[in-house]
């Protein structure tokens, strides 16, 4: 079976699965390669963290919608040993022939008897696995309206008996509905529910401080809202556009580079500049998030990477570095959302050194003022699909010591407080490698909302100037 590494690229959740998946053939983790004689099933079993190897398949008994399965626990899909399966595929490894186990047979009789239509209905070639799609789509968004429903439940019954009493509960019966909502294919509304249980739970220790926990919740009604209205179009086959589709990663979709490029995601050729890169852990879902935050052109933006690295799987997915090369991507996906969106960028990128028309053109995407700035900040921060963070650039006349801290000035002589990054310390100005940095440069900010002083914090990440970038972070 010919199988190229483009396509298997397009199954990817994200370029990391790629990483790992390749170096499981490259490492001979593979102990066994099984194929059918007609080339529709293939198997491998590959060693993991276990005691026992995991059984990892591929059945294109229809090549245009192939069925993958592992027996490992990855919430990815297809997960690292399914995409090395392909690879082994692609790179012709020595699979031995075998039969097609029973199961799965069985399998594939219920997936044709769900499947067949009459003899007597003529349809195009396509037409039949484009049905049974569009069937189960229909069935998962049905199951995600219950699931939103279980959950407008839970909030309306929270307001009744008030935010206190919910602080003040033992939260397990939260944490359990928070389980179910997988039950209902929802991991979106799944990780809002445990990030309000973890402000719930700090607002225990924090003498009643309850903004996070009013925060939280005003964001998770907004998508169960937003939620039930979008799935309510895709089940009456209604149009909808790039922007209410972001809708979908506050229910948890996961998006392959297949997805995207059907969704229309794709925004062709672009280059890649880092600008800032930080490493954090999110203890409230026990995962350390890596983020890369680049400068996209010609379409001027600041979007972001996200690489996540779940605590009890950490050790066996190697962690991202910060990039100081340019990369020029013969396509970049950007997922639908607000804000700086997350991307992807396929694998067969080339990097170059960075020369001063890059220098240029970032600072001339840099806002003028820190009024306008702030003012597209907080319009983008009101979208309950934006984490609380929005990276901006913005010009600035002078940054200088005031009081105890760090203040930038616009070259309108507005001011701007500064506050450090998580790591950092904002002394590190004191210290850069040129003092005139701190005149008539560009900066990466990093701006958020704090519930507890009911504020906009900007968080300094990097300086530019026509020669450098200056990371205050790595």
């Given amino acids: 079976m010919e199988i190229k590494e483009s396509w298997i690229a397009e199954q990817a959740v994200n370029a990391n699965a790629l990483k790992n998946a390749k170096a499981l053939v490259q490492s001979g983790k593979f102990v066994r390669l099984v194929r059918s004689e007609d080339d529709t099933f293939y198997r491998g079993e590959c060693q993991g963290s276990g005691s026992s190897n995991y059984t990892t398949s591929a059945d294109f008994l229809d090549p245009a919608h192939p069925v993958f399965r592992c027996s490992c626990p990855s919430r990815q ?5 399914s995409l090395g399966l392909l690879y082994a595929i692609a790179q012709k490894a020595a699979f031995e022939t075998g039969a097609i186990p029973e199961d799965i047979l069985r399998k594939r009789e219920r997936l044709a008897k769900r499947s067949t239509q009459p003899e007597t209905v003529a349809e195009p070639p396509q037409a039949k696995p484009k049905k049974t799609k569009k069937t189960a789509n229909k069935k998962r968004w049905l199951k995600q309206l219950e699931g939103l429903d279980v959950c407008d439940r839970m909030l309306r019954d929270l307001v009744r008996s008030g935010v206190s009493a919910f602080v003040n509960n033992s939260l397990k019966d939260y944490e359990a509905l928070a389980k179910q909502m997988n039950d209902y294919y929802l991991p979106g509304i799944q990780r809002q529910l445990v990030t309000l249980i973890a402000a719930a739970r700090t607002a225990q220790t924090s003498e009643g401080t309850y903004d996070a926990v009013f925060t939280e919740l005003l964001r998770l009604n907004q998508t169960v809202k937003q939620g039930r209205q979008y799935l309510n179009k895709k089940l009456q086959d209604q149009p909808v556009t790039p922007e209410e589709k972001g809708i979908e990663e506050g229910l948890g979709t996961i998006w392959n580079l297949s997805d995207l490029k059907e969704q229309g995601f794709e925004i062709g050729e672009q280059s890649l500049i880092q600008l800032g890169f930080r490493v954090r852990y999110d203890s409230a879902h026990q995962e350390t998030v890596e983020e890369g935050f680049w400068f996209v052109h010609p379409l001027n933006e600041i979007h972001k990477t ?22 020029k991507a013969p396509a970049v996906y950007l997922y639908p959302g607000a804000g700086n969106r997350r991307l992807r960028y396929e694998e067969t990128r080339t990097t170059e050194p960075l020369n001063g028309d890059d220098y240029a053109r970032i600072r001339q995407a840099a806002g003028e003022t820190l009024e306008t700035v702030i003012k597209v900040v907080k319009n983008k921060l009101k979208n309950p699909f934006v984490k609380n963070e929005v990276a901006a650039l913005i010009a600035y006349a002078e940054i200088r010591r005031q009081d105890e801290g760090f203040v930038m000035l616009d070259r309108q ?56 970038i200056v990371r205050l972070l790595y």
């Fill in 306 to 327: 996200i690489h996540i690295r779940p605590k009890k799987a950490e050790k066996y997915i190697r962690e991202e570095d910060s990039v100081l090369m340019k990369i």
């Fill in 413 to 468: 002589g507005e001011a701007l407080a500064l506050s450090p990054l998580e790591g950092m310390s904002l002394m590190a100005l004191t210290a850069l490698p040129e003092q005139k940095l701190l005149a008539d440069q560009c900066a990466l900010l990093l701006f958020s909302y704090e519930a507890q002083t009911h504020r906009l914090i900007a968080k300094p990440m990097s300086l530019i100037s026509a020669e450098h």
């Fill in 77 to 81: 899909f297809p997960c690292k040993h």
